[in-house]
Structures are given as C-alpha cells and as structure tokens.
C-alpha cells in the first residue's frame, strides 16, 4: 500500500476530516484540494524533483500540501516554522529542494532568510497557487539517489532528526515503513473510524505524523488540530467540546494538566486514551495523574524517528502495576537489549535497545556508512540503554548518544555548540542537559572564553541562527572541560 491509498480511498467521503479553528475540510474536499494542488506541483517542477519542502505550521493547508506531493510522486520534507536563515538554507541544499510550499504570511520571511540560498527555489503560495523565484537561475547538478520508483519501499517523507546544519541527518522513510506503523498502532489501541483525535504537536515530528496524521487518516477519522498554543483550560474544553477519544503529548503537557485546578470541571468521558512519551515522566505524578483522571487511559509510548516512529506501548491496564516502563513492543515489532559486542542479554540486564520490523527506516539521506553502523542484520541501534523484565517489559535507563531530549524534541548538543564557538572570544564549549520539572531537560552551556562574555548578546546571537528551544537557557564560564584520552570533551 501507498499513502497516497489513505486519502484516495476516501475521495468520495463527505465526512469532517479535519478541523482548525472555525475551518472545516471533509474527506472528500481534502482529496480534491490535494489533487489539484499536485497537478500544480507537476506543471511547475523539473521532471528530475524528487524532494519538495514544506513550510507550514499545523493546518488544514499542512494536510493539503503533505498529499499534494504523495499523489505528485514526490518526497515530503517539512521544515518547521520556527527554524531560522542558517537552518532552512541548510535544509533545502541537503535535501536539494527546487519547491517549498508555504503561505503568504511566511512570503517576508523566507525571502528575508533565505536571500544568499545559491540555487534556485520556487515557492508555491497555498493562498492562491502562486509561484516566486529565488536567486536565479543554478539549479541542482546532482538529484539524490533515492529516485520514487512506485514501489513501497521507497521514500515518502524524510523527517529531521538530531544533525546539525553543518551536518545534517534527514531520516528516510518509506510508504510501508509508515503504513505498517500506523497499522500496527491501531492494532495495539484499538483504534477505529469513530475516533476523534485531538492534534497539540508538531505536524512534522515523527511522534504527530504517524501516530496522530497518518493513523486516524488510515481510518478515516475526524481530527481536530489545536487552534493556538497548549494551554490545559483550552484542552479541557475543546476534549469535552469536540468529545475527543484521544490525545498524545509530551510529559511537559501531561505535568501542566496536573497542575490545573479545574480539570474536574469539564465532562472529558469520551476521552479513552492519552498517549505520552519523547522525555521523563516522573513516576510520581503519573501515578497522581492516572488517579485523579480515572476514565482516562494513559498509555505510556516509546518511540524514535528512525523506526516510523512507534516500538512499545504500555497499555491503561497495566499503567500502574508496571508503572516506570514504555510497556510492550507494538505488533510486528520485535525488541532486544545487547551488550557492546552485539550479545543478546538476560531479562533485567542493561545495554543498548535495538529494534527489528518492517517499521525501521531505509536509512539515513546521503549517509550511507552512518546507515550501516546504524542497522546492523536488520536490526537499528537505538542509542538508548534499558532492559526487558521478566515479563517482557522495556525500561529505559539512559541514553548511548550525547542527544538531549527537552519538551520531548531532541537537541544535538554538538550544533549547538558549531554556533557558540562562532562568538567572539569563545574557545571551547560544551553543551549538555540539565534536569527540568517540566521539559525534562534544558540545554546548558559551558564555556572557556578568551575574554568577558555579554551572556545576553551571546544568548542573542543564537537565538538569531538556532530555534528558540534550541538555545541554551543558562551559560556558565569555566577555566576546563574535562578531556577524554584523545583530547574530545568528556560529555557528563
């Protein structure tokens, strides 16, 4: 099955598919809208395009320009709305982007971040299908090598994960790799035409694709995207307005729903399940949690980009009595805990989590080797440490990789650090996380300057060329950091 199979098959469907604000799009509208928003695409984009951008926040327009590539044959590429000049140029040249779809409102913006792009981009304006052209006349000499050949194990989307922009890491994943996690995913929930879910997250992260886009479009079943920034009194009312069946987040959003006084107020019966994972959840106050809403499900998830991006899920009915773990592996997905050499290790024996199904990505864009040291036989080295009890259940215990995980978005401490040791006077830094009650983690910085560091104008300076959740939120001057034998900084 393709994706495009998911929309298609419901091109006569009058039912509410999506709904933002006080916008609506039935089933059968979005497929027409996509339809012809592809012939655009076609008429538009050189025979040899493979990849085209997306710079869209969540939208019904998202939704539109997603299946408009899936039914023009093409490679999505989402490049989230809050990135910056350096991290959309570095984007669209890896990816070798010749389209980026986006909205008037972004028009200023891009033309402003992206003025010293040297190739040549147009950008198609979903308001009224108009197209601009950006620095002239250089086209691409050389496509990537992952060509769309109808096949189902070719690329559908290339998801971003924790590259740099100096070297970034884009996350290949093909028609089945998707449809069999998400088909995996109902299976594990149940899930059915009837649900409603409630969209909170980014729409380009792997967690928002699968488990919440692409699953209940599967089903044909209604969603309804969050209009605005997660707030618990608008969560509240809009799941006893809209009888939402469920919801997936983050920790951060699940500790601000518990701390909201008036969430008894609101009649959130209809709500079967709450999905959370992407970070730390203190066991604490998911048990307070799991018992001050007892018709809810929590269902604790674990997941990485790399494998679609589901693996386990730890079901409502064992969310206390297992308490800690991310449950079981979903179906069609197989889990293993191994040591350094690759051994397969006894139940409650720590080592490195590594996957096996039909979920795990094709590879890496452009990296091959990084691909190869990556899956192994078929299986993909997580990064992660944990163990299996006796029962069968994954706990995590720590991460392999120096990634840092805060509000559930991975941040890789080393691109952080490429942009510090461009200020003036910085000669080393080293970027880590630091424990936070509500995003889990935070990014830190230590530094060794040459002289005095204006910590605001250096805060400044990031901020200009990173996210917003990217940049450090303290900076502390150091006389060391702490080496390994052959002189790398020794990462705590």
Not at 362 to 378: L, V
Not at 419 to 436: A, N, T, W
Request: proline fraction near 4%; charge should be neutral.
């Amino acid at each position: 099955m393709y994706l495009a199979e998911l929309l298609y098959r419901q091109n006569e469907n009058p039912k509410l598919a999506i709904l933002y604000g006080n916008n609506t799009m039935k089933y059968c509208e979005w497929h027409e809208q996509s339809l012809h928003l592809s012939t655009r695409i076609k008429s538009i984009v050189p025979e040899l395009s493979v990849n085209i951008g997306i710079f869209l926040p969540n939208s019904i327009e998202y939704a539109v320009a997603y299946f408009s590539i899936i039914y023009s044959d093409k490679v999505v590429i989402p490049i989230g709305i809050q990135s910056k000049a350096l991290e959309i140029a570095s984007t669209l040249n890896y990816c070798e982007v010749d389209l980026l779809i986006t909205s008037l409102h972004y028009k200023k913006y891009l033309f402003e971040n992206i003025v010293d792009y040297e190739y040549k981009l147009q950008i198609l304006f979903m308001e009224d299908k108009s197209v601009e052209i950006i620095n002239g006349e250089k086209n691409f000499q050389n496509k990537g090598s992952d060509k769309i050949q109808s096949n189902e194990n070719d690329v559908a989307i290339m998801l971003h994960t924790s590259g740099t922009t100096e070297n970034p890491k884009r996350v290949m994943l093909t028609h089945n790799n998707l449809i069999t996690n998400v088909e995996s995913n109902i299976e594990s929930l149940k899930l059915t035409n009837e649900d409603i879910v409630l969209i909170s997250m980014p729409m380009h992260f792997g967690y928002c694709n699968t488990a919440q886009f692409l699953t209940h479009t599967y089903l044909g079943a209604s969603m309804v995207i969050f209009d605005g920034l997660f707030m618990p009194k608008e969560f509240f009312w809009t799941v006893q307005d809209k009888k939402i069946t469920n919801f997936t987040c983050v920790p951060s959003m699940l500790l601000m729903l518990l701390e909201y006084r008036y969430g008894g107020s609101y009649d959130i019966t209809s709500l079967r399940y709450i999905c959370f994972g992407g970070g730390n959840m203190p066991m604490d106050k998911l048990k307070e949690l799991i018992l001050k809403y007892p018709t809810v499900g929590f269902v604790q998830t674990y997941g990485q980009t790399e494998a679609s991006p589901r693996i386990t899920a730890l079901l409502p009915d064992e969310s206390l009595k297992k308490i800690g773990s991310v449950g079981l592996p979903i179906p069609g997905v197989k889990v293993k805990i191994v040591d350094g050499l690759g051994k397969e290790l006894n139940a409650n024996e720590i080592g490195e989590i590594i996957i096996q199904g039909k979920n795990v990505m094709k590879g890496y864009y452009k990296q091959e080797e990084t691909t190869r040291k990556t899956i192994i036989d078929g299986w993909l080295r997580s990064g992660d440490l944990g163990y299996i009890d006796n029962d069968g259940y994954l706990y995590l215990t720590g991460r392999i990789k120096n990634i840092i995980i805060s509000g559930g978005i991975n941040i890789c401490p080393e691109e952080v650090e490429n942009v510090i040791l461009k200020y003036p006077g910085i000669s080393e830094v080293c970027v880590e996380g630091e424990d936070h009650k509500i995003l889990g983690e935070i990014p830190i910085a230590k530094i060794i300057s040459k002289n005095e560091i204006d910590y605001k104008e250096l805060q400044k300076f990031c901020s200009e060329r990173l996210s917003g959740y990217k940049v450090p939120k303290k900076f502390e001057n150091v006389k060391n950091l702490p080496k390994t034998y052959n002189g790398k900084i020794k990462r705590f």
